[in-house]
C-alpha cells in the first residue's frame, strides 16, 4: 500500500478505486455513508507525473481546458458540493505570465447525496475527471480519466 492510500485511510476512507489516463493518476475515495442525511463525503486525489501540470478548475484564459469532475446519471446520487484547490504558480516558455495550475498532487473534495438508503445489488458510481495536461514544451488535448467506485 503506498503512503498516499495510507493517510486516506487514516482519514476514515471506507472506499477506493483508481485509473490512469498519463500523465494522470485519479483517485476516488469515499467516507463511511452518513445514516442521519445518506450523504457520503469524496475525495478526487489527481497525482500528476513530474513535468506536468494540469490546468485549474477555473483557469485564468479561456483557451485553457478547465479541470472539473462530473458522475453519469445514477438512479440513486446526486452530485452535492465540490471543493475544489487553488493550485500554484508556473511561469512556462510559451507564456509572458505566471499561470495557476495544479501539480503533482491535486485534492478535491465533495458530497455526494443518496436518493434512499441503498440494498441489495446496485450499479457502480461512474466518476469523470475531465483535464488538460501541460508541459514546458506545449498542451495536450482535453482528456477524461473515468473512475467506477462501489457505493
Known amino acids: 500500500m503506498t503512503r498516499k ?3 486516506l485511510k487514516k ?4 472506499t477506493m478505486a483508481r485509473n490512469r489516463v498519463k500523465p494522470v493518476t ?4 469515499f467516507e463511511e455513508l452518513n445514516s442521519m442525511t445518506w450523504s457520503r463525503s469524496f475525495i478526487v486525489q489527481l497525482d500528476i507525473d513530474p513535468g506536468w501540470y494540469i490546468n485549474l478548475h477555473q483557469p485564468k484564459h479561456t483557451f485553457l481546458h478547465p479541470t472539473f469532475i462530473t458522475i453519469k ?4 446520487i446526486k452530485l452535492g458540493s465540490i471543493e475544489y484547490p487553488e493550485g500554484s504558480l508556473v511561469k512556462i516558455p510559451y507564456s ?8 503533482e498532487t491535486a485534492i478535491i473534495r465533495g458530497k455526494i447525496q443518496l436518493a ?3 440494498s441489495g445489488t446496485i450499479e457502480p458510481c461512474t466518476w469523470q475527471i ?4 501541460c508541459s514546458d514544451t506545449g498542451c495536450q488535448e ?3 480519466i473515468t473512475v467506477q467506485t462501489p457505493l
Open 5 to 7: 492510500m495510507l493517510l
Open 11 to 14: 482519514e476514515g476512507i471506507s
Open 26 to 29: 485519479a483517485t476516488v475515495s
Open 73 to 76: 446519471p445514477h438512479p440513486l
Open 96 to 103: 509572458p505570465a505566471w499561470i495557476p495550475v495544479y501539480r
Open 116 to 118: 434512499f438508503k441503498p
Open 130 to 133: 475531465y483535464f488538460q495536461a
Open 142 to 144: 482535453a482528456k477524461i
